[in-house]
């Protein structure tokens, strides 16, 4: 597993992180709090679908980039996401810990994630860890604002400086991405 990653652009505006993909059996772990997550199922999934097994009391909400939520009104969990997007991260917020997995196999690695101007959660694909400058190079430049993950560690320029205050990027995470 301990593999070099090819960086591609595929427009001024994507990037692809090429690599393992996760594996689609893995669980995603929720922490009490908010975090940012993503996951790699290769078709498209109804939200209620791919969360099922932790739309219980711990879950609160899940936002996408949009602000679209899937969330408890009443007794019934209302889906205002809609399907799951593969290249999306996700902010979560839960009550307690919880943890799920989606059936399904995973998406190809160098599939390209479109970043457009404002703020939008982004996925990671790979299995690995890797260095979020290596993950993200292909878009470190004058139209990044910063790079966001879930514990407020960014990367953003300092003075003439990118910083990469993130380390690693994990699989699992997602991440928000602020462009110009």
Not at 80 to 92: A, H, K, M, R
Not at 131 to 146: R, S
């Amino acid at each position: 597993v301990e593999e070099g990653y090819l960086f591609k652009m595929f427009g001024e505006d994507s990037f692809v992180i090429e690599g393992l993909a996760i594996n689609p059996e893995t669980p995603i772990d929720l922490e009490f709090g908010f975090q940012f997550i993503s996951y790699f199922p290769d078709y498209p999934m109804d939200a209620l679908e791919a969360f099922e097994s932790i739309l219980n009391d711990n879950l609160d909400f899940i936002r996408n980039s949009q602000g679209q939520t899937l969330r408890k009104i009443g007794p019934n969990w209302v889906n205002g996401i809609g399907d799951w997007v593969v290249t999306e991260g996700y902010l979560v917020k839960m009550f307690t810990d919880d943890s799920f997995i989606i059936e399904g196999d995973a998406v190809d690695p160098s599939f390209p994630i479109s970043v457009s101007i404002g703020f939008q959660f982004v996925s990671y694909f790979p299995e690995t860890s890797m260095d979020a400058f290596l993950a993200f190079e292909t878009i470190i430049g004058d139209n990044l604002h910063f790079i966001r993950g879930s514990e407020g560690t960014m990367i953003r320029k300092i003075g003439p400086n990118w910083v990469n205050g993130i380390g690693d990027c994990q699989p699992g995470e997602g991440y928000l991405v602020k462009m110009f």
